[in-house]
DNA sequence: CCGGATCCTATTGGATACTG
DNA sequence: CAGTATCCAATAGGATCCGG
């Protein structure tokens, strides 16, 4: 590896030597959610510079955590298993950051893909265990995502689709899921705003008002990467 | 925070912008096993310029991650609540890693809290429940634990001490931990050399010979580091 | 336009020396 | 022992450029 290394024999720090590098985790993150491009990744880390999105997709293809695929005339990088292996590192990291996550502030971005991750990080199996097979429309802020629970399974991803129930949440949605608030009491405070119906979309209806205005519409950055705004 | 940040609002960026920096993890890693001195965090991080570990302590401690504790004319650092709760976080990097672990180079040491930590990883609780209370004292390489299983818990500490069994093991445990070789196996390769008796210590033993001779003896190259060397 | 490579500057980390 | 201060090397950031 061409990365300094710490000088001890443990997991841990070989662990860092292959994925402690700034960007490298984030990109493992995004791409767990799916096969990406050059230019999703880019659009889904909106600081990254080109030339570090570049090392570090390749070092990562060299240390065997991902590996480029073509996929019909296109390239996209994907997790090989050991990558994917990331999985409990990503969720356990989310689910603590979440914790010292305050409220959004000006430029920072959310993401369907840092999105997915976070509800994924907040996901409990056991819960989840004792209700019916349901699919929601969540418009989480900026970003839109088709969660289906089935057992103790959880499928979120970034898109729509129809849906059991749709539901709209501002930035205090970071309450629920960092377990702070109680799902219930989210509702009956507003935090989550529940759009009933078998319907197709969320696309019909406002976020509810701990959003500030000028959030409301769609005001999309950069590819697929809107901002929150405050 | 003065880190600077990656402009998203997700629990993972809100992680590695407080424990992301290079050493950080480590710091904790090391502040998992217990409170520690500055002399005894820098002798176990043996690469770590004394800068680097002073800033890191202090960015630490503004995150609310550790604090500096007055031990009876001594300071201490130790971990607050939350930077304990980054233990899940710590053990599946270790997990993970050390599935990448190779056999030891030249240079790299083995210390007492990175055996702990990688030890504490491995653990199932699972299986250990139908076990019967059991104390053993390990000599991983050249790092001396005591380890304590009862029921599901379990507790690695380094030292010595009255144990029901001890045991040695060379470079090889590393497939034990990650996995790769079950128990059974590694005692009947000679991975694992018991050494029976309820006795005090490993102190009249020699490791196995998958130890390279100059390994054998205790070549103290800073204060509680040693070299497994190759 | 996508997928990078290159160049240059700004910031950070590393090694060593030094101090209360 | 518990850190600072200094200086230099390595890395990240930003802009631009290039080939398909």
Redesign the pocket.
């Known amino acids: 590896m061409a990365?300094?290394d710490y000088g001890q024999y443990s997991g841990v720090t070989r662990a860092l030597e292959l994925v402690g590098?700034?960007?490298a985790l984030l990109i493992v993150r995004d791409l767990l959610v799916g096969p990406r491009?050059?230019?999703e990744l880019a659009a889904g880390l909106p600081?990254?510079?080109?030339?570090?999105l570049?090392?570090r997709l390749k070092d990562l293809q060299a240390a065997g955590i991902l590996r480029?695929a073509p996929r019909s005339r296109?390239?996209v990088y994907e997790l090989t298993p050991y990558g994917r292996e990331l999985e409990p590192v990503v969720l356990a990291l989310g689910a603590w950051g979440y914790k010292a996550l305050g409220d959004p502030q000006e430029q920072q971005i959310i993401t369907p893909e840092s999105m997915t991750m976070d509800l994924r990080s907040a996901f409990r199996a056991d819960v989840a265990a004792g209700l019916p097979a349901t699919a929601y429309a969540a418009r989480v802020g900026p970003a839109e995502l088709l969660i289906r629970v089935d057992g103790s399974a959880l499928d979120v991803r970034p898109g729509d689709g129809l849906v059991d129930l749709a539901f709209a949440t501002g930035p205090d949605i970071r309450r629920l899921i960092s377990g702070e608030l109680a799902p219930e009491k989210a509702i009956a405070t507003g935090v989550v705003e529940v759009l009933r119906g078998r319907g197709s979309s969320s696309t019909d209806s406002r976020p509810p008002s701990t959003w500030p205005p000028e959030a409301r519409g769609p005001q999309r950055a950069r590819r697929g990467c809107l901002r929150p705004s405050m």
């Open positions: 990365t300094r590098e700034r960007w491009r050059y230019g600081r990254i510079p080109s030339n570090i570049a090392a480029r296109v390239i």
